[in-house]
C-alpha cells in the first residue's frame, strides 16, 4: 500500500521555524520527484516547491523562495520541508505528493498524496 | 506571477454534464491536470495530460484542451462527485508549479 506520512507540524511564533517531514512506503521512492503542497484555511491549494528524484534540483515558489529548503534522504524514504522565518499567511494544512518525472520538471502527474500536517503561525 | 482562472463555482443536477475550464497562458504549450479535493480530504488526480484519466477513475470524467483553456468533463454527474476541482500546470520558466484557484462542483 502506497503511503506519504507528514510530520513536524504545529503551533510556531512568528519569526519561528519548523520542520516538516515525509515518510514514503510502499513504492519506490527513488523514482519519484517529490513536491509540498499547502492550503490555508478556507482557500485553494497553492504549490509550495518541488525536488528531483536525486535532489539535485530544487524549486520553490516566491512567496517561501529564501525562507524554505526542500530537501531529501532517499535512503530512509523521506522528504523535508525546512521553513524558516514563518509569517502568519503560511499558516497551512501542508501536503507533501510524489510523482514520476517527466521530460519537463514540474510538469507531472501527483500521483500520491499525503493526508497532511497542519502549521499555524501565530504568536 | 503566473496564475490560472477558474470559475468559482459550477453547480448542476444529478446526471447533467458539468464543464469546469481552466484558463492560463502557458496551456498551449503546457499540459493541464485536474485534482479533485472532498471535504476534509486529500487531492486526488482524476486527469493528468489534458485529457488523460487514471485508472480508478471513472470514465464519466474527462479532460480536454484547445487554446489556452482547458476543461474538465463530468458527463452524468453524480452526487458523489460535490467536490473542489482544481487544474494544475506550470508558468513559462518552468521552475513553478501553479494551481489555479479551485471550482466548487455542486450536484444539485
Known amino acids: 500500500e502506497v503511503r506519504l506520512l507528514e510530520s513536524g507540524g504545529g503551533l510556531v511564533e512568528p519569526g519561528g521555524s519548523l520542520r516538516l517531514s515525509c515518510v514514503a512506503s510502499?513504492?519506490?521512492?527513488?523514482?519519484?520527484?517529490m513536491t509540498w503542497v499547502r492550503q490555508a484555511p478556507g482557500t485553494g491549494l497553492e504549490w509550495v516547491s518541488g525536488?528531483?528524484?536525486?535532489?539535485?534540483?530544487?524549486y520553490y515558489a516566491d512567496s517561501v523562495k529564501g525562507r524554505f529548503t526542500i530537501s531529501r534522504d532517499n535512503s530512509r524514504n523521506t522528504l523535508f520541508l525546512e521553513m524558516n522565518s514563518l509569517r502568519a499567511d503560511d499558516t497551512a494544512e501542508y501536503y507533501c505528493?510524489?510523482?514520476?518525472?517527466?521530460?519537463?520538471?514540474?510538469?507531472?502527474?501527483?500521483?500520491?498524496w499525503g493526508q497532511g500536517v497542519l502549521v499555524s503561525v501565530s504568536s | 506571477s503566473y496564475e490560472l482562472t477558474q470559475p468559482p463555482s459550477v453547480s448542476v443536477f444529478p446526471g447533467q454534464t458539468a464543464r469546469i475550464t481552466c484558463s492560463g497562458d502557458?496551456?498551449?504549450?503546457?499540459?493541464a491536470y485536474w485534482y479533485q479535493q472532498k471535504s476534509g480530504q486529500a487531492p486526488v488526480l482524476v486527469i493528468y495530460e489534458d485529457s488523460k484519466r487514471p485508472s480508478g477513475i471513472p470514465e464519466r470524467f474527462s479532460g480536454s484542451s484547445s487554446g489556452t483553456v482547458a476543461t474538465l468533463t463530468i458527463s452524468g454527474a453524480q452526487v458523489e462527485d460535490e467536490a473542489d476541482y482544481y487544474c494544475y500546470s506550470i508558468d513559462s520558466s518552468g521552475d513553478h508549479g501553479v494551481f489555479g484557484g479551485g471550482t466548487t462542483l455542486t450536484v444539485l
Open positions: 505528493a510524489a510523482g514520476r518525472p517527466t521530460i519537463i520538471p514540474l510538469l507531472m502527474s501527483f500521483e500520491h
Open positions: 502557458t496551456l498551449p504549450k503546457k499540459y
Open positions: 525536488i528531483s528524484r536525486t535532489g539535485d534540483n530544487t
Open positions: 510502499g513504492f519506490t521512492f527513488t523514482n519519484y520527484d
